[in-house]
């Protein structure tokens, strides 16, 4: 037992997300309640937007109604900031030093740990190492944007609805904002200057949406601003994607041989780059925490220690394959021989990834935040996702990529001074 507890009968009341992980652990409530007969655990399961909307209001009005919330490294300092979040302070038995840095250190403030990893996750190129050996075309290191483009022109067969490539174009913060946010801090962008100025309209982001829209536009699938997680993993296992540049947590859904005949055909590399590689992959991760106003805090230290265990991720090893663990939480997965056995050359790209990620040291020029993909400010909700549904309307055409980085622009102007920035 790695938390400190003193547990009677309770109901747990759980809120997170719907993707599959999430849901394998949902699948697992008898095997806990069984080896914990006092705690019964009542889940809440919710799209990612729902999630974050019920999560703050929640939290926020201190209404109670959660004991255990799924959050990221976006939340997590924030809440911890305003005393929203309860401190886990994990027992040596739950090897705390096992936890990747720059995910724990994305989830603590002040010295402690308020969010514990489920499953972590940088961004990578997969790739069809099929289609792009019969074109005559290999990676060698790390891409750049243009090595990308130059393959997905030469691979791009929509006649046979095989794809260049495909990348996030559905609007959002976490959506394809998590995409271009990194695509912009290659070609030399950033968010905000070190007087928190908004640098939207600046000419690297203008280079860097303007790659993006053209890219898409020119060798992606049709109606990409439809498309996120969800679509382009079910279009990569029907074997329409050559390449996709999206979450390394894609690799162990790619590699099920009991959902795609194309799970032995994919490769990876770290994500592209342009100008510079700081800030050219995001990091993430999904992660268990407690509000303040939990009325049980003691069994809801007891699940999440059991979720985020090394000895679960062996369970679901067990279950299911190595293949198909939670990946991007502890040092220990990368050195576990049957795991590198099972995923081959991911588990190096996907630790490369993961490591080489600063958050400190996250954009060309020095920026105000410590973050990549995302700001830590409660405005930047509000700007980005402004931002990406007007990159979405330029990706169809609606309006040009000028027009929507002056308007965004102007949305964070405004909403930055309101801050008082």
């Given at each position: 037992?790695?938390?400190?507890?003193?547990?009677?009968?309770?109901?747990?009341?759980?809120?997170?997300?719907?993707?599959?992980?999430?849901?394998?652990?949902?699948?697992?409530?008898?095997?806990?309640?069984?080896?914990?007969?006092?705690?019964?655990?009542?889940?809440?399961?919710?799209?990612?937007?729902?999630?974050?909307?019920?999560?703050i209001?929640?939290?926020?009005?201190?209404?109670?109604?959660?004991?255990?919330?799924?959050?990221?490294?976006?939340?997590?300092?924030?809440?911890?900031?305003?005393?929203?979040?309860?401190p886990?302070?994990?027992?040596?038995?739950?090897?705390?030093?096992?936890?990747?840095?720059?995910?724990?250190?994305?989830?603590?403030?002040?010295?402690?740990?308020?969010?514990?990893?489920?499953?972590?996750?940088?961004?990578?190129?997969?790739y069809?190492?099929?289609?792009?050996?019969?074109?005559?075309?290999?990676?060698?290191?790390?891409?750049?944007?243009?090595?990308?483009?130059?393959?997905?022109?030469?691979?791009?067969?929509?006649?046979?609805?095989?794809?260049?490539?495909?990348?996030?174009?559905?609007?959002?913060?976490?959506?394809?904002?998590?995409?271009?946010?990194?695509?912009?801090?290659?070609?030399?962008?950033?968010?905000?200057?070190?007087?928190?100025?908004?640098?939207?309209?600046?000419?690297?982001?203008?280079?860097?949406?303007?790659?993006?829209?053209?890219?898409?536009?020119n060798?992606?699938?049709?109606?990409?601003?439809?498309?996120?997680?969800?679509?382009?993993?079910?279009?990569?296992?029907?074997?329409?994607?050559a390449?996709?540049?999206?979450?390394?947590?894609?690799?162990?859904?790619?590699?099920?041989?009991?959902?795609?005949?194309?799970?032995?055909?994919?490769?990876?590399a770290?994500?592209?780059?342009?100008?510079?590689?700081?800030?050219?992959?995001?990091?993430?991760?999904?992660?268990?925490?407690?509000?303040?106003?939990?009325?049980?805090?003691?069994?809801?230290?007891?699940?999440i220690?059991?979720?985020?265990?090394?000895?679960?991720?062996?369970?679901?090893?067990?279950?299911?394959?190595?293949?198909?663990i939670?990946?991007?939480?502890?040092?220990?997965?990368?050195?576990?021989?049957?795991?590198?056995?099972?995923?081959?050359?991911?588990?190096?790209?996907e630790?490369?990834?993961?490591?080489?990620?600063?958050?400190?040291?996250?954009?060309?020029?020095?920026?105000?935040?410590?973050?990549?993909?995302?700001?830590?400010?409660?405005?930047?909700?509000?700007?980005?996702?402004?931002?990406?549904?007007?990159?979405?309307?330029?990706?169809?055409?609606?309006?040009?990529?000028?027009?929507?980085?002056?308007?965004?622009?102007?949305?964070?102007?405004?909403?930055?001074?309101?801050?008082?920035?």
């Amino acid at each position: 037992m790695a938390f400190s507890t003193n547990v009677f009968s309770v109901d747990l009341n759980i809120a997170t997300v719907n993707n599959a992980h999430m849901m394998e652990m949902k699948a697992l409530t008898p095997e806990f309640e069984r080896d914990n007969p006092d705690i019964k655990l009542k889940w809440h399961i919710y799209n990612e937007g729902s999630l974050r909307m019920r999560a703050i209001a929640d939290i926020a009005s201190a209404g109670g109604h959660y004991d255990v919330v799924t959050i990221g490294l976006y939340e997590a300092p924030i809440w911890a900031q305003r005393n929203w979040l309860i401190p886990l302070k994990p027992e040596a038995s739950y090897d705390e030093n096992d936890l990747l840095p720059a995910i724990k250190a994305g989830l603590s403030f002040g010295g402690d740990l308020y969010a514990a990893p489920f499953y972590g996750e940088s961004s990578m190129l997969m790739y069809r190492k099929d289609i792009l050996e019969k074109a005559n075309i290999s990676f060698t290191g790390r891409p750049s944007w243009t090595d990308v483009q130059n393959a997905a022109k030469a691979v791009h067969d929509p006649d046979n609805e095989v794809y260049g490539i495909c990348l996030r174009g559905k609007p959002g913060w976490g959506d394809n904002m998590a995409l271009v946010s990194t695509i912009a801090n290659s070609f030399g962008g950033r968010w905000f200057d070190m007087n928190w100025q908004p640098e939207i309209n600046s000419t690297a982001w203008s280079k860097a949406v303007n790659f993006y829209v053209n890219l898409l536009n020119n060798y992606g699938p049709p109606n990409p601003e439809k498309n996120s997680f969800p679509e382009i993993l079910s279009l990569s296992r029907e074997g329409k994607c050559a390449m996709w540049v999206d979450a390394s947590i894609a690799a162990s859904f790619l590699m099920d041989g009991k959902q795609s005949k194309y799970s032995k055909l994919w490769s990876y590399a770290e994500a592209p780059y342009q100008v510079t590689t700081r800030g050219a992959s995001w990091l993430w991760s999904w992660s268990l925490a407690i509000p303040k106003a939990s009325n049980h805090v003691d069994a809801a230290k007891k699940f999440i220690s059991w979720a985020t265990s090394k000895e679960y991720i062996k369970k679901i090893a067990g279950k299911n394959g190595w293949a198909n663990i939670p990946t991007g939480t502890r040092l220990s997965t990368y050195s576990n021989q049957d795991y590198i056995n099972a995923v081959g050359d991911f588990a190096k790209a996907e630790l490369a990834a993961l490591n080489g990620i600063d958050p400190n040291n996250n954009t060309f020029y020095p920026s105000p935040y410590s973050s990549v993909q995302f700001v830590t400010i409660p405005e930047f909700v509000s700007i980005a996702g402004f931002t990406g549904q007007k990159i979405s309307e330029a990706l169809q055409g609606s309006i040009s990529v000028e027009q929507a980085l002056d308007s965004s622009q102007k949305i964070a102007l405004r909403e930055m001074r309101r801050a008082g920035y």
